[in-house]
């Protein structure tokens, strides 16, 4: 291999991913698989060791997630690019991992060719977001996002607790979470706590 060649590391705890994300790289001309992970802790410990020119990331891995591995590897290396690379198409999943810092956010069912051109695209600088990436990000462009403690309320209802339980659960009245109930509904246009779990689930603001 050529020493101009693209490093690439692959973070996906599937083999099947791996490999298939494998045979890719080593079909590219110009780029070559230095290493592999599968939880977020080994990706930041290839990477101390590989330091390779673009990752590819997987947002929900085994222990911690990808974005969190994400923001280790890039505190350590400000000039790390990374490219998530998931299944997961939620709204908040793709905000959180962008803001966090990813160069690319990108789906499992895109075509090999548009992996190929968005990792040459992420080592030489450029950020690249696909067009059904950015569709579900404007589709819920300028609405009120759920504050951290409405977050913890959902994840809480998501759980199967009672009113009076979370109220125990976040040291807070029955009375304030009925009020946080009241505003998780309202952003999220839900019209019952089903509801307003299943729409936080598909937009991964919460996880089951």
């Known amino acids: 291999m050529q020493s101009a060649s693209i490093r690439v590391l692959c973070v996906d705890d599937h083999p099947a991913m791996r490999e298939g994300i494998a045979a890719y790289i080593r079909n590219a001309e110009d780029m070559e698989l230095v290493a592999e992970a599968v939880n977020g802790r080994e990706a930041i410990e290839q990477y101390r060791i590989f330091q390779p020119d673009v990752t590819?990331?997987?947002?929900?891995?085994p222990d911690i997630s990808g974005v969190e591995a994400m923001l280790a590897i890039r505190r350590e290396f400000g000039y790390a690019r990374i490219i998530m690379l998931t299944t997961f198409d939620?709204?908040?999943?793709?905000?959180?991992a962008l803001e966090?810092?990813?160069?690319?956010?990108?789906?499992?069912?895109m075509p090999r060719l548009e992996l190929l051109e968005t990792i040459r695209k992420?080592?030489?600088?450029?950020r690249h977001v696909p067009l059904e990436v950015a569709a579900q990000l404007a589709q819920h462009l300028g609405q009120?996002?759920?504050?951290?403690?409405?977050?913890?309320?959902?994840?809480?209802?998501?759980?199967?607790?009672?009113?009076?339980?979370?109220?125990?659960?976040?040291?807070?009245?029955?009375?304030?979470v009925k009020g946080h109930?009241?505003?998780?509904m309202e952003?999220?246009?839900?019209?019952?706590?089903?509801?307003?779990?299943?729409?936080?689930?598909?937009?991964?603001?919460i996880r089951l």
């Open 187 to 205: 952003k999220l246009g839900a019209n019952d706590r089903t509801e307003a779990v299943a729409i936080g689930v598909r937009r991964g603001i």
């Open 100 to 109: 966090a810092g990813a160069q690319s956010y990108l789906l499992k069912t």
């Open 90 to 96: 939620g709204d908040a999943d793709i905000r959180r």
């Open 56 to 61: 590819l990331m997987d947002l929900r891995l």
């Open 181 to 184: 109930i009241k505003h998780i």
């Open 122 to 126: 992420v080592h030489v600088g450029k």
């Open 144 to 176: 009120v996002l759920l504050t951290r403690r409405e977050v913890e309320v959902l994840e809480k209802i998501a759980d199967g607790n009672r009113n009076i339980d979370i109220a125990a659960m976040l040291f807070i009245s029955e009375e304030t």
